[in-house]
């Protein structure tokens, strides 16, 4: 074989290798935070915990909050931290009083001691002073159940949250009817920005598969009759089926390997971590990044 024939090559899978690493891929330092948050009065401190990129860019925020009495450093929680710090996000997971769910005025306070940009001492208040962060690129967020409730709230406390992903988030968890602060159109955040992913079986919104699909189309102002409704910029949502996830059963906790909502909070289901699907973290997340700058 000629020498430039083998020159060729070589660079091609050089070149092959490079493109397939990705550009976001660097190297990441951990950090933790605390905040004054609450119930109301703001006034009880909390942890944050967090990645950001070591370098001295300056970068757009992630913030993640968890589900009803789960920990907030649990494995999805640090499984998005590390997904978005890696993509150059400074990222962080924020504890709040979880122990219990609440009605609009419960929710919309916490979320409010988390995200009050008029606050020296709320969450982003500390995320965005911290040396890596630039909250002017944008501020993105995501969270788990009464975590995806905050989050869809955020934007009401600080403009430059640009979009949510939510997972097991509904306008009516139970007996608790969150419709008048989260609906579409009920809230700052614009339905074009926000993109839900839910189990059928989930049993805080009805437990079939019609009765998530209510409460999604409430929540976004999308209607499909597919369990995939999304709009040409990825906003809307997704029902996961029983057939996606790895223990046949998707619950409010699908992303979780065995046991749904009873089973381990870090026992998580590999093709929501590491898969590709509509309901999978990687697409949900690299979902987020659009409307960030780089």
């Known amino acids: 074989m000629k020498r430039s024939v083998v020159a060729k090559i070589v660079m091609g899978l050089l070149l092959s290798t490079a493109w397939s690493t990705p550009v976001w891929a660097q190297t ?21 915990q967090g990645k950001e990129p070591s370098s001295t860019s300056k970068y757009p925020v992630f913030i993640y909050m968890v589900g009803t009495s789960e920990t907030y450093n649990n494995a999805s929680a640090l499984a998005a931290v590390d997904e978005m710090a890696g993509r150059g996000y400074v990222a962080a997971t924020v504890e709040y009083p979880s122990s219990s769910f609440g009605a609009c005025s419960t929710l ?24 890596a962060a630039d909250c002017s690129k944008g501020i993105v967020v995501a969270g ?10 955020a934007k009401n406390y600080d403009a430059r949250v640009q979009a949510a992903y939510g997972l097991g988030a509904g306008v009516q968890y139970s007996l608790y009817d969150l419709r008048a602060c989260v609906a579409n159109g009920k809230r700052t955040l614009s339905s074009d920005r926000l993109r839900a992913v839910n189990g059928e079986a989930d049993s805080f ?24 409704c ?42 929501w971590l590491n898969g590709t699907y509509s309901w999978s973290a990687d697409p949900n997340l690299q979902w987020l990044t659009g409307f960030t700058q780089p």
């Open 28 to 48: 990441l330092t951990s950090f933790t935070a605390t905040y004054k948050g609450g119930s109301g009065t703001c006034g009880t401190t909390y942890n944050i």
């Open 230 to 271: 999304f709009a040409s910029n990825g906003s809307g949502w997704y029902i996961v089926k029983h057939a996606e996830v790895s223990d046949g059963t998707a619950d409010h906790c699908y992303m979780r390997a065995t046991g749904g909502c009873s089973g381990s909070q870090n026992s998580l289901d590999q093709k």
């Open 108 to 131: 919309t306070a916490r979320s409010k001691c988390i995200f009050d940009s008029t606050s020296a001492s709320s969450a982003v208040a500390a995320l965005c002073s911290r040396p």
């Open 144 to 153: 788990f159940s009464q975590g995806s409730i905050l989050a869809i709230l």
């Open 205 to 228: 919104m009805g437990s079939s598969e019609s009765s998530v699909r209510g409460q999604l189309q409430e929540l976004t102002g999308r209607s499909c009759t597919a369990t995939s």
